[in-house]
């Protein structure tokens, strides 16, 4: 499980971590690639990845570490792409005014929402969790101020002065790679701290955690504003990079794509998320090319994903190195 | 007034269709502690089934008898292909399996009955109006429709409480290891609850299927409903999804109806045009936080096992 203080004692070139060396890589490289081939496509296709992957980060922040299995978590993908959407509408351009008031909003709908839904465990987490998020999904409908059902188109990028322009395709690609790299780090310091390592004693045994005299409510709420927080950061640069909001973004089927994004790649491993978003992102749209119906294969795929590789795509790759 | 008894039926009916939906999920919860997102799907098929029956028999209520027997016998099926592997794991794969399930089977409708959707046309007879109060006038099929729900659960207590199937369910859902040391077939058990659960899905959805027109993903949204239904119900408890699902579709409806009118009349004209619509389809949710709070394990809880 703990495959990240696992690889300290191993040496570090396992099939995982080159795999994880090369992709990031290739992720480094796409933009130059794409600006030769002159193909803008790609570039926002994995402009696209390396936003969702963060969102599969904090995801995986509170499902694969600390058990919070969160269903409703594409609500905060909406939340923080609606408080920038509408600081934009009512002119305020800047992206020091916006982002903060962004992360603040998505905190606190964390903090209540974590405050309510963790007084429950288990299925009712995860109802509870979606529920309020689909709760999110028809305030944002009700919005008729801002687009209601269809949505708003937002005509300005955040604004970062002079030098910082978000339009440029190939700038926006670079922030948001070093923001997922920078979140990574985030999370990886954050899950072998003395707090992460409450978490997910509370995973394993909340009870003992609590008799050994950790709060774990605090350290366990604590933990999912952090996840909301970092997912609203995502939500930020999804409405940048679509100039587009609409409730849509907060459907539970997204919810369920952060899910399968997580477990595709590894719960619980500090970069599977982010291969798991590679990789599913990439499956939809390959299967895309070759049938309008890419729900029949790619159903029956999750499926046994859910039955069989519980590891995921990092699990797999660990296993190599044993096997 | 009129308006407010029209109102009050409308929302009994929505609470009996997500009786429907939240028993069967309720049910399968209860016994297997399975988490089934794809009941949506069930309800899904139930309403395309029944649209393309009642077509090629021309007759509203045989297409309907057929959609019944076509539904319980997918339901069957899926357990025995699908749903049967994931016992035992935990609630997560649940999800992520019949997550996967949602996505086929929407694609699947997709391929057979094209992205258009159908319809379903009432007969005529239930086109009418009927006087239910002096001077309130009600359409005679979702008359039809909180009558047949309530006989279908009048049927199902029976079946549960008073026949050997459900002393069996019961049973099973309080220990499975002994039930099937007793010799009696647990598999076989649970894939007849699971196809009543899916007759149950595919009933409700037949049932609407005349009100809304049949599409694509339309079970998503009120599966979602069916969800909070069970949450403030008690999951594991028929009574209580019976008792939430009427609460639920009342509020609901009820809050559509007023609140915005009440906040237009007690709080300012714009508040209630503004922000009138995103309370009201707030309410539901509020409430089952306030059960969160007060009764976390809903209002009536399933017995301890």
């Known amino acids: 499980m703990m495959s990240s203080s696992m690889s300290r004692s191993v040496p570090w070139l396992t099939p995982r971590n080159t795999f994880v060396a090369a992709l990031l890589v290739v992720l480094a490289l796409l933009p130059v690639y794409c600006a030769i081939i002159g193909n803008t496509f790609l570039l926002s296709l994995f402009t696209r990845i390396l936003i969702l992957a963060m969102a599969a980060v904090s995801l995986n922040l509170i499902m694969g570490f600390g058990g919070m299995v969160s269903f409703g978590h594409a609500a905060y993908l909406g939340i923080g792409g609606y408080a920038f959407g509408i600081l934009a509408k009512e002119g305020f351009t800047s992206g020091l005014i916006q982002w903060p008031v962004a992360l603040l909003v998505c905190g606190l709908f964390a903090l209540v929402v974590g405050a309510l839904c963790l007084r429950t465990r288990g299925v009712y987490f995860i109802m509870i969790t979606l529920a309020f998020a689909q709760m999110a999904y028809y305030i944002a409908i009700a919005l008729d101020r801002y687009g209601g059902d269809d949505g708003m188109t937002i005509y300005k990028r955040s604004q970062f002065g002079d030098w910082v322009n978000l339009s440029n395709k190939t700038f926006f690609y670079y922030l948001c790679f070093a923001l997922l790299l920078g979140i990574v780090y985030l999370v990886w310091r954050l899950v072998n701290s003395r707090f992460g390592m409450v978490i997910q004693g509370a995973r394993s045994n909340e009870r003992r955690m609590r008799a050994i005299g950790f709060p774990t409510f605090r350290y366990k709420l604590t933990c999912f504003v952090i996840s909301g927080m970092i997912c609203g950061l995502s939500g930020v640069l999804l409405a940048n990079h679509t100039d587009f909001i609409n409730p849509s973004v907060m459907s539970w089927i997204r919810s369920g794509d952060l899910m399968v994004m997580a477990v595709l790649g590894g719960m619980g491993t500090v970069f599977g998320p982010v291969i798991g978003a590679v990789a599913f992102l990439l499956l939809e749209e390959v299967l895309s090319r070759f049938t309008e119906f890419q729900g029949i294969i790619l159903g029956p795929m999750l499926l046994a994903v859910a039955l069989c590789a519980r590891g995921g795509i990092d699990g797999i790759l660990t296993g190599l190195r044993r096997g | 007034m009129l308006y407010f008894i029209e109102q009050c039926l409308n929302g009994i009916q929505l609470g009996m269709l997500l009786f429907l939906l939240a028993a069967g999920l309720t049910l399968i919860f ?25 077509e090629w028999t021309g007759s ?17 099926v899926l357990e025995v292909v699908a749903i049967r592997r994931l016992y035992g794991h935990d609630h997560l794969d649940h999800v992520l399996g019949t997550f996967g399930l949602i996505l086929f089977f929407n694609d699947l409708v997709r391929w057979i009955w094209g992205p258009a959707g159908m319809t379903l046309p009432l007969p005529s007879e239930m086109l009418t109006a009927v006087q239910v109060l002096p001077g309130v006038y009600y359409p005679a099929y979702r008359l039809v429709i909180i009558g047949a729900t309530l006989v279908v659960a009048l049927l199902l207590y029976v079946l549960v409480m008073r026949t050997r199937i459900g002393m069996l369910i019961r049973a099973g859902a309080s220990n499975r290891e002994m039930v099937g040391a007793l010799g009696v077939n647990i598999k076989l058990l649970y894939t007849l609850v699971f196809g009543l659960g899916a007759a149950l ?14 599409q694509i993903g339309m079970g998503e949204n009120i599966l979602i409903l069916a969800f909070v239904v069970i ?3 008690g999951i594991g408890s028929i009574r209580g999804a019976f008792v939430a699902a009427i609460i639920v579709g009342l509020i609901d409806t009820i809050g559509r109806a007023f609140l915005p009118d009440l906040m237009r009349t007690f709080v300012s004209y714009s508040a209630g045009s503004s922000a009138g619509p995103a ?10 936080a306030v059960v969160l709070v007060f009764r976390p394990e809903g209002l009536f809880p399933a017995a301890k096992r």
């Open chain 2, 279 to 288: 309370l009201s389809s707030m309410m539901i949710y509020m409430l089952m």
């Open chain 2, 201 to 214: 899905a595919g009933f409700a959805g037949l049932m609407q299927a005349p009100i809304l027109t049949v």
């Open chain 2, 231 to 233: 949450i403030i119900g």
């Open chain 2, 30 to 54: 209860g016994i297997m502690d399975m988490v089934n997102l794809a009941h949506g799907s069930l309800y899904m098929i139930g309403a395309f089934f029944a649209a393309t029956f009642a």
């Open chain 2, 60 to 76: 509203f209520v045989a297409g309907a008898a057929l959609a019944l027997i076509a539904t319980l016998l997918v339901g069957m």
